[in-house]
Nanobody, 125 residues
C-alpha cells in the first residue's frame, strides 16, 4: 500500500513558475517509478513526466519538454515537478502516481497503481 499526497498547486500568471511536490508513504519508495499526470476540465488524464526509481530515466510529454523538470529524493520519499514558463493550457489538476511493479516510468496511466488526490494548477493569461 502506498499513500501519495501532492502539494504546491495554485494560481500563477503565464510565464511564471510553480513547483509541485508529492510525498509518499508505505512501500519502499526507492524501488518503483513515479510520474505526474494532469487532467484539464472535461478532458482525459494525460502523462506529464515520469522518473525511474534511481532517477536515471526521465520522460516528458512533448507539450512540457524543456519547460518542466522532474526529480525525486529517495531519502525523503518525495517526487517534485518543477514547472517553468507556464502557459494557460497547463491549467489542470495535477496528480502524482506510483507504479510499484516497475522501476522505469511508463506513459500510460493504466500502469500506475496508486494516485494522489490531485492539486489544482491554474495559469492565467
Amino acid at each position: 500500500q502506498v499513500q501519495l499526497v501532492e502539494s504546491g498547486g495554485g494560481l500563477v500568471q503565464a510565464g511564471g513558475s510553480l513547483r509541485l511536490s508529492c510525498a509518499a508513504s508505505g512501500r519502499s519508495f526507492s524501488t518503483y517509478a513515479m510520474a505526474w499526470f494532469r487532467q484539464a476540465a472535461g478532458k482525459e488524464r494525460l502523462f506529464v513526466g515520469g522518473i525511474s526509481a534511481s532517477s536515471s530515466i526521465k520522460k516528458f510529454a512533448d507539450s512540457v519538454l524543456g519547460r518542466f523538470t522532474i526529480s525525486r529524493d529517495n531519502a525523503k520519499n518525495t517526487v517534485s515537478l518543477q514547472m517553468n514558463s507556464l502557459k494557460p493550457e497547463d491549467t489542470a489538476v495535477y496528480y502524482c502516481a506510483a507504479d510499484i511493479h516497475r522501476v522505469d516510468p511508463f506513459r500510460s496511466d493504466r500502469e500506475y497503481d496508486y494516485w494522489g488526490q490531485g492539486t489544482q494548477v491554474t495559469v492565467s493569461s
